[in-house]
């Protein structure tokens, strides 16, 4: 009986051991694509990040950039957490609009009751698909109508063809933001969703 015991001691600390060196062994793999990401663009990196906050910030084109950690706790009884790598680009024209447009559906926002229950704002522009994507905040409705114009429209739906299905684009006043879905190993992803979303910063900022 002790050895049996023995036995499955020394199989789960095999099995225990061969884990945790593929757990190390991937995350080395994602820091080495964030430093070669952040060579690439010039970004200045913090080698000591621990996966929370800032891990890099520098510029792309004229917009300057962050790149950084989320780590959401979920209410359970295992108390497990979740990191969600984010790429934000910081907008050189900021608004007083108190804007706020994020994706809804159930996929994002997950069971919700009506907005006429609720009260929760949602502003309705006039476009079917963009007011079937998002949920719009902000002050003043009317200003926020007069903002969100077709070319700023069809820049941001343009933008989220091109993000995959489980990326979550944010725009509020000072910035845009793609969160990902957990941490990212193939930083090409990163590094097109970054790029299009600086492109994205520009077409707000301009006064089409």
Request: proline letters at 3%.
């Amino acid at each position: 009986m002790i050895e049996d015991l023995l036995c499955s001691v020394g199989l789960f600390g095999t099995v225990f051991l061969i884990i945790s060196r593929h757990l190390k062994r991937v995350r080395s793999n994602i820091n080495l694509g964030l430093q070669n990401f952040a060579i690439h663009h010039g970004f200045q990196i913090n080698p000591n990040h621990g996966w929370n906050g800032t891990v890099m910030s520098g510029m792309i084109g004229k917009y300057r950039c962050t790149i950084w950690f989320e780590t959401v706790r979920r209410r359970s009884r295992r108390n497990r957490s979740k990191i969600y790598m984010h790429s934000t680009i910081t907008l050189n024209v900021q608004n007083q609009l108190g804007l706020l447009i994020t994706p809804q559906g159930f996929l994002t926002e997950g069971f919700r009751l009506p907005d006429s229950i609720t009260g929760d704002q949602d502003i309705i522009i006039g476009n079917q698909m963009f007011d079937s994507m998002y949920r719009i905040k902000g002050f003043d409705e009317n200003a926020v109508r007069i903002y969100l114009t077709p070319h700023r429209v069809q820049s941001i739906l343009h933008v989220q063809q091109s993000l995959g299905p489980l990326q979550h684009l944010t725009i509020n006043d000072q910035q845009i933001s793609v969160r990902f879905p957990g941490i990212i190993s193939d930083m090409r992803i990163v590094s097109n969703a970054t790029t299009s979303i600086a492109w994205l910063a520009e077409q707000l900022d301009s006064n089409q």
